[in-house]
């Protein structure tokens, strides 16, 4: 992003609120734990919470660590995203109203405890709003001085580009990892317009990240000769995949937020990022580069 130079791994605070969370000490930890490590990118949303009555909770509590960590504030982006929002019942509709992002952008103003937004995100597109609508008011949310970037998420090539005649884009995040390479077309889009990829799910999601090494057989032997784990050898293929390309790694304990980190210190060679490519979980990617 413009006028930044970021750390190759940025921490996806979206674990610390939803399903499962630890508690607030702990929680803290994560986010210490990960700035101290030279993360400076967090990502957050005002739906990263357990239903209706809990919205915002992640900012709140990346706001709260910010607070607390003894490094220099100014010099971490965080994100955050409006355009979902949670369910009584713990549900995630879409709301890309227009009406909604300004008064969506104004509370993720007051959770954050700040003027301006560093970074934010259209969650996801509505389908019951035209996209132009809804990144229109993204525009004027800069203009008014409330956002200083612009990003996108869950998108396609084609509303990159709807959205880029609006409004500059400085980033797009969408779910991409060994089991989930459907975003390959957008991620080289991104490299064509200098555009940051946010990496979401990187290692597969909850249901996956844990026996990443048993679904992708390819990356437990690489990880078994380098003596890491396979998830750590994942976020390796991916840095190793494209410039533009941060990982957004989720932690509920600091363990495995150290194991995903020390990736950004883990070059794969040619010969490892070819057997990674030529195994049977990858034979789509080199198509698509």
Known sequence: MAGRTLAPIALGAMPLSTDGRPDRAQALRVVHAALDAGVRLIDTADAY????????????LVKDAL????????????????????????SWPVDGRPEHLRQACEGSLRRLGVEAIGLYQFHRPDPAVPFEESVGALAELVAAGKVRAVGLSNVDPDQIDLARAAVPVASVQNELSPSFRSSLPELRHCE???IAFLAWAPLGGAGVAGRLGEAHPAFAAVAARRGVSPQR???AWLLGESEALIPVVGARRTETLYDSLAAWDLSLTSEEMDELHESNAHNALRAAV
């Open 233 to 235: 050898i994942a976020l």
């Open 192 to 194: 064509r317009l200098g």
């Open 49 to 60: 919470c357990l239903d209706a009555a809990d919205t915002g909770h992640n900012e709140v």
């Open 67 to 90: 607070r607390a960590w003894g490094g220099d504030r100014d010099d971490v982006l965080v994100a955050t995203k409006g355009g979902h929002v949670r369910g009584a019942d713990g």
